[in-house]
């Protein structure tokens, strides 16, 4: 087996997994029982469900299917690449910015690789990231963390009015500011010999995977438990499409639990314990983002709310916390993973664009706080 090469090519992984193990040693055995184990479960079958949905629709063409429409229709490269950035910013209100990032990277690439724009794919990746992250700012279930704070407006007293106000002016920034990065897209005439018309496989199969779809996003906003979701997808996968399971990039679900570990073990550290009581004296917001960065938002939402008060604080902290670090919020994860997954990916020039978009995001959303607050 080539350790050096699967380290490199599941970097995360390897890094998330020494971070639990070493979270493990700093804490009692008794301690890590305790953990919330079942919230982690409910995030890694959702996950799940994506991962074999997107699976499911590629062996059935249809995201080269849309790809094909999408492109026949586009007459520029900057046309193109707006329509692939906002589709996530959109999708991202309703159906979760996770959600909606395992729904148009896979759709993107796709469509970008027909149009012979590869060379586009990482600035419009990193970009729909964005995308995604700013438009689930905006409701309740956008996002996890904003659903936790949101489930605890009785406990505070905040009104579903006095909650979006918050949120409305990183939301517009952050969309202004989306927008002008897009704008750095060159502009040139998309000029594709797409051949004949791709046609769809299994269109039977495609509509039960649509129907499955609909079934997700139903259990993301809470109609019905997860649990039950799990079994009919799995079911309905083994019975009409058992190859897609050797499609899934299973390494994302363990990433996932692995910073779930790592995370629950920082917060039962007692010196640790103590810095973070100090800091959100000092300012939560600023501390929310700080401890984003390696715990990533969700996680750093459940550490932080107790501490203060501040409930508006620790919320937009969270959610401009989720700019920084490729583990400041799982939705950088999941897009770094889905582009990671293709042939000629370079870790390096993606990190490099990241950081540099992530940059101008803390930069112009840290003040917006500050200026609205």
Known sequence: MDVIGFVKKDYLLVISAILAVISLFLVPFDTVLTYNYEKILETICTLLFFLLIVAGLKECNALNKLAHKAISSMKTTRTLCLTLILLPFFCAMLFSNDVSLLTFVPLS??????????????????????????????????????????NLGDYYGFTFIEYECALIPIVAVGAITLLALSMLIKNEPLDV????????????????????????????????????????IVVAFILMMPSVFRKVNYSILFIFFFLFLFANGLTNMEA?????????????????????????????TI???????????????????????????????????????????????????????????????????????
């Open 109 to 150: 690439i796709t469509i970008l690789g027909m149009a012979n724009k590869r060379g586009m794919i990482i600035i419009v990746v990193v970009l729909q990231t964005v995308a995604a992250n700013v438009g689930s700012y905006l409701t309740p279930f956008g996002n996890p963390h904003n659903l936790y704070i949101y």
């Open 193 to 232: 010999e797409l051949g004949k018309e791709i046609e769809l496989k299994d269109k039977k199969v495609l509509a039960v995977i649509i129907a499955l779809f609909i079934l997700a996003i139903i259990t993301v906003v809470d109609v019905i438990p997860f649990y039950i979701t799990l079994v009919i």
């Open 272 to 300: 640790v314990y103590q810095v973070i009581s100090d800091l959100m004296s000092w300012d939560p917001m600023l501390t929310t983002v700080m401890t984003s960065q390696v715990t990533s938002n969700v996680p750093s």
């Open 303 to 373: 550490l932080l709310q107790p501490f203060t008060n501040d409930w508006a604080a620790v919320l937009v902290g969270a959610d401009i916390g989720g700019f920084g670090t490729p583990i400041a919020s799982m939705a950088s994860i999941i897009s770094l993973k889905l582009y990671y997954e293709e042939e000629d990916a370079s870790l390096k020039k993606y990190l490099k664009i990241f950081f540099a978009v992530n940059i101008v995001m803390l930069m112009v959303l840290i003040p917006t706080y500050y200026i609205f607050d």
